[in-house]
C-alpha cells in the first residue's frame, strides 16, 4: 500500500481516504485519460513495472461438456471404422446436377433443397446422400492406389411435407473390396453395440447399386446397416474396380442401443461340429430365410451362418447357388456320430422345403 501511495502521489493523484482493501482517490483535472479504478491500476503498473510483478494464474474451473448421445454414436462408428483401416474425410454439403448425373441419380427430386444463389454450378443442390462425394474424392485417389478405404460423417438434408430435415448418416466406401468385405465391417460395427442382428437380402432402388448384391443389416427395433456393391456401370465411370461396396448407417436409430452392455456366457467344454452345405435356390428367394428358424431343428444348433452367394458360371440362369454354415454343440457331452448325421439330414430336409436344393 505504501508504494501504491507513493506513486499515486508523485503522480498527483490525491489520496482523500485509505483502508487495507480499498483507498478513494482523487484525479487531478489534467487527467482526463483516468475514468476507472482500472485505470488507476495500469498507472501504478506503468511506474512499478510488469517484470517487478509476480504472474499468477487465475483460478478457473473448466468443466468438460458432456457428449451428447448422437456424438457418442458417431465417436463409437467412426472408431470401428478407422480400426478397420477407413481414412476419414471432409467434403462440401453440397453438390451440382454435372455429379447427379454423373451418379445417375435423379436430378429432379422433389425432395432436395435448392441454394438460391450458388457460388457455382457444383453447389447448387444439398446433399441427400454422401455418397456421390465419396465418388468424386475415390476417382482422384485411384491414381495413386488401387485398394483403400474411405468415410464420412455428416448430416444430410431433404424436404419432407414441405419441411427441411436434417438426418445424421455415415457412408463408407470400400474401394477394391466386395460385399462380403463391406457385410464383415457392418457386422463389427454392430457387435460394438453389443447387439444380435438379422441379415435380410435387399435390392436397392439405387442407381449405383448393384442389382443382384445388396442386404440389410438390422439391430433392435429400427437400427440398421445398408450393405451393397456398386453398379459396374457407375464403377466404370468413376474409374474404380467393380469389386467396391458401401457401407451406409443413419445414426439416430443407434441412439437407444448405447446404453446396452455385453452379455457374457461360459464356452464349452466339449467339441463342436462344423457343417457346411450348398443350395441351389431361385435368384428371387430371400437367402436368410433359409436360415430362419434353423434353431427349432435342435438345441445343438449354435451357429447358423450364411457364407456366400454365387451367380454366374456353373448356375443356370434364374438360380443362385447360396453356401450356408452350421455349428453343432453341447455343453453336456461329446455328440456322437449318429447326432450329427440325423442334424445334418433333419436341416437338409428343411431347406428343401424352403426351396433350396442341396449340391453334393
Not at 46 to 74: H, M
Not at 252 to 267: G, S, T, W
Request: hydrophobic share 40%; proline share 3%; with cysteine.
Amino acid at each position: 500500500n505504501d508504494d501504491i501511495v507513493k506513486i499515486l502521489e508523485k503522480l498527483e493523484f490525491v489520496i482523500t481516504e485509505i483502508t487495507t482493501e480499498s483507498m478513494k482517490v482523487s484525479v487531478p483535472y489534467f487527467r482526463g485519460d483516468i475514468a476507472i479504478a482500472d485505470d488507476l491500476t495500469e498507472e501504478v503498473a506503468r511506474i512499478y513495472g510488469l517484470n517487478n510483478i509476480d504472474g499468477v494464474a487465475p483460478e478457473i474451473t473448466i468443466e468438460e461438456k458432456p457428449k451428447s448421445d448422437a456424438r457418442k454414436v458417431e465417436q463409437r462408428i467412426a472408431n470401428v471404422l478407422v480400426n478397420n483401416s477407413f481414412y476419414e474425410i471432409l467434403t462440401l454439403a453440397f453438390y451440382g446436377n454435372n455429379l447427379l448425373e454423373k451418379m445417375e441419380m435423379p436430378t429432379d427430386n422433389s425432395s432436395q433443397i435448392i441454394v438460391k444463389n450458388p457460388l457455382s454450378e457444383d453447389v447448387e443442390i444439398m446433399r441427400t446422400s454422401l455418397s456421390p462425394r465419396l465418388f468424386e474424392v475415390a476417382e482422384r485417389n485411384i491414381r495413386n492406389t488401387k485398394n483403400f478405404r474411405i468415410f464420412e460423417s455428416g448430416n444430410v438434408y431433404s424436404l419432407q411435407n414441405g419441411k427441411k430435415v436434417e438426418e445424421m448418416r455415415i457412408t463408407a466406401l470400400l474401394v477394391g473390396d466386395d460385399f462380403f468385405s463391406a457385410k464383415a465391417v457392418a457386422e463389427e460395427i454392430l457387435n460394438s453395440f453389443n447387439m444380435n442382428y438379422r441379415i435380410q437380402e435387399k435390392l436397392y432402388d439405387l442407381s449405383f447399386a448393384h442389382p443382384g448384391r445388396g442386404a440389410v443389416m438390422t439391430a433392435g427395433k429400427d437400427a440398421n446397416v445398408k450393405i451393397f456393391e456398386i453398379h459396374p456401370r457407375i464403377a466404370k465411370k468413376f474409374n474404380v474396380p467393380e469389386n467396391t461396396s458401401i457401407v451406409c448407417i443413419t445414426l439416430k436409430p443407434f441412439e437407444n442401443l448405447l446404453a446396452r452392455k455385453p452379455k457374457m456366457e461360459n464356452f464349452s467344454k466339449f467339441p463342436a461340429v462344423d457343417f457346411d452345405i450348398s443350395v441351389l435356390c431361385d435368384t428371387n428367394l430371400q437367402v436368410n430365410k433359409l436360415i430362419k428358424g434353423v434353431s427349432k431343428i435342435s438345441s445343438l444348433i449354435v451357429k447358423a451362418e450364411i457364407e456366400s452367394v454365387w451367380r454366374g458360371e456353373g448356375v443356370e440362369n434364374g438360380q443362385k447357388s447360396v453356401t450356408l454354415s452350421f455349428r453343432f454343440q453341447s455343453d453336456e457331452r461329446t455328440l456322437t456320430d449318429k447326432e450329427v448325421k440325423k442334424i445334418e439330414k433333419d436341416i437338409i430336409i428343411d431347406l428343401e422345403k424352403k426351396g433350396g436344393v442341396a449340391r453334393f
